[in-house]
């Protein structure tokens, strides 16, 4: 089994300080674990340089802004902690874990005065999915959970809370052997994965759902451009589950999933199409540094 997270070594980031990894610990009633007021990101550093590290610190914020409360730390000393993280830890390739929560001096659904912490930690990242599977694309199953109307949560943020569904639809498609489920939303719209936005290919052109009720991720944002610049056609759309079986190819975006590729979905099938292959390689391109760059993070 994997080293629990509680027992790595290490430093982490942690209210304007570098602490022991075993320090960084907060009081069991946390606002933020009772009542969700907390929000995060999920970055990723290739050769020691965080992707669109400036993106995610000012989503980090945004997100805070929308459930609420403020981050008491700006955007450029949130970046500068960031990579000075990566280098006393010689991370080269890693995950990044900025969290904001409230803190214990109020327990109740009111908690105006707490304190806003921060923390920042960091730690090598394999893929998110095993590389062999990847290569033949994962398996999905349909979640039993959907993404709530916009009227009713916080959709925009990258807020803890919205993830308890994520969870419990995650662990369900895992016990039938699945490698994550896609949700649909309110409406019964194609949506996203778990942790993860999902495209489809049909006849050249790539067709996403439309974000308007879960998050616009960076990853995706970044696979449109690079589909572009090639001169392939994206369409954001409403996409009803009837559709997937017109579609030729299935493949997913995020910080920790990159892009990978979908054979099944239910009772669905897709092939590993030369779109999804291309954008595969010109993704990796895009976030790998100079070799300049990996030898200086390196040494």
Known sequence: MAIPFDQHEGQIWYDGAF??????????LSHGLHYASAVF????AYGGEVFKLGEHTDR??????LLGFE????????????????????????YVRPIAWRGSEMMGVSAQHNTIHLAIAAWEWPSYFDPEQRLKGIRLDMAPYRRPDPATAPSRS???????????????????????????DWRGHVAEATGANVFFTKEGRIHTP????????????????????????????????????????CFLTGTAAEVTPVSEIAD????????????????????????EARLAAAG
């Not at 602490?19 to 069991?28: C, F, R, S, Y």
């Not at 981050?71 to 890693?94: F, M, Q």
């Not at 699945?178 to 949700?183: G, I, P, R, S, V």
Request: charged share 30%; hydrophobic share 40%.
């Open 19 to 28: 602490v022991p990894w075993a320090d960084a610990k907060l009081h069991v």
């Open 41 to 44: 990101e999920g970055e990723r």
């Open 60 to 65: 980090l914020h945004e997100s805070a802004r």
């Open 71 to 94: 981050i008491p730390y700006s955007a450029e000393t949130i970046n500068d902690a960031t990579r000075e993280l990566l280098k006393r830890g010689n991370l080269v390739d890693a």
């Open 158 to 184: 990258k807020a803890a809370g919205l993830y308890m569904i994520c969870t419990i639809s995650k662990h369900e498609a895992e016990r039938k052997g699945y490698a994550d489920a896609l949700m649909l």
């Open 210 to 249: 439309t974000p308007d009720c879960f998050l616009d991720g960076i990853t995706r944002r970044t696979v449109i451009d690079l589909a572009r610049r090639r001169g392939i056609e994206v369409v954001e759309r409403t996409i009803l589950p009837e559709e997937l079986a017109g579609f030729e190819a």
């Open 268 to 291: 669905f099938s897709f092939q590993v199409d030369d779109i999804t292959r291309t954008l595969m390689t010109d993704y990796t391109a895009e976030v790998t540094p100079s070799s």
